[in-house]
């Protein structure tokens, strides 16, 4: 599996980058994880948008799913330019059915719901699910392919379950939208010593902080992560590429 980060904000993007959106790729398959604002624009550096084969959504806030309609007129517009434009399937669930219905559009893409209790076999990964801690109903994906595992905590602030759900991932992409002196739990996110603490008790090989703040200094959310968790931790940025 290869991780490709095109987007790493929490709530907004900082000038000229992207909030949530993250591409996995295995055997050719390409995966977009979110589609927050402004991915399109910078997914377009890595793969066109009718050359993706799926897209699969954590949950229905702005930073996560403002550039799915983008993506729907992009390949909308495929259509007229005649390119090979084939109906995209968006895997949602269905606990906002406003959120997830607008996943439909057209015949360029179609809302497909995942059951979060269960599997889903999309292209090469297996991928499993955990409903998190936010504002809002939203899931955690352990995405497995072949002997590789790959996390995503989408976003939460931190929960017990998480221990056993990222167990021995190569990869967790962990939110990390407050530093470690301040008190995430009530708006739904992590602090970089929760992030740490998961990476650590998980036993992941390589810790990737995302959904980052606009404020401070972001090499201090390393810092503190890395105090909690003895692996190698990196801070997620618009291009980052990582082989599982």
Not at 214 to 238: C, H, N, P, R, W
Request: aromatic share 10%; proline share 4%.
């Amino acid at each position: 599996m290869k991780l490709t980060v095109i987007g790493q904000w929490g709530g907004y993007p900082k000038v000229n980058e992207a909030s949530s959106g993250y591409l996995l790729e295995h055997d050719q398959y390409k995966l977009l994880i979110d589609c927050g604002s402004a991915v399109l624009s910078k997914l377009q550096n890595f793969v066109q948008p009718e050359d993706l084969n799926a897209v699969i959504i954590s949950h229905y806030h702005p930073d996560h799913i403002a550039d799915i309609g983008v993506l729907q007129h992009a390949l909308l517009i495929g259509k007229y330019m005649d390119k090979n434009i084939q109906t995209i399937s968006i895997y949602g669930h269905q606990e906002d059915e406003h959120g997830f219905q607008a996943l439909n559009f057209q015949d360029v893409t179609k809302a497909v719901p995942y059951d979060p209790s269960g599997k889903l076999q999309i292209g090469p990964f297996s991928i499993s699910f955990l409903k998190t801690k936010h504002p809002v109903p939203c899931y955690a994906m352990r995405i497995e392919a072949e002997d590789q595992v790959f996390v995503y905590t989408a976003d939460t602030s931190y929960i017990e379950s998480l221990n056993a759900f990222a167990k021995d991932a190569d990869v967790l992409l962990c939110e990390c939208n407050f530093y470690g002196n301040m008190d995430g739990s009530g708006a739904g996110h992590m602090t970089s010593y929760d992030a740490g603490e998961l990476a650590n008790l998980a036993g992941a090989k390589r810790l990737v902080l995302t959904h980052l703040p606009q404020y401070g200094d972001l090499e201090q959310l390393k810092t503190e992560a890395a105090e909690k968790f003895s692996g190698e931790v990196i801070l997620a940025y618009y291009g980052l590429g990582i082989q599982l």
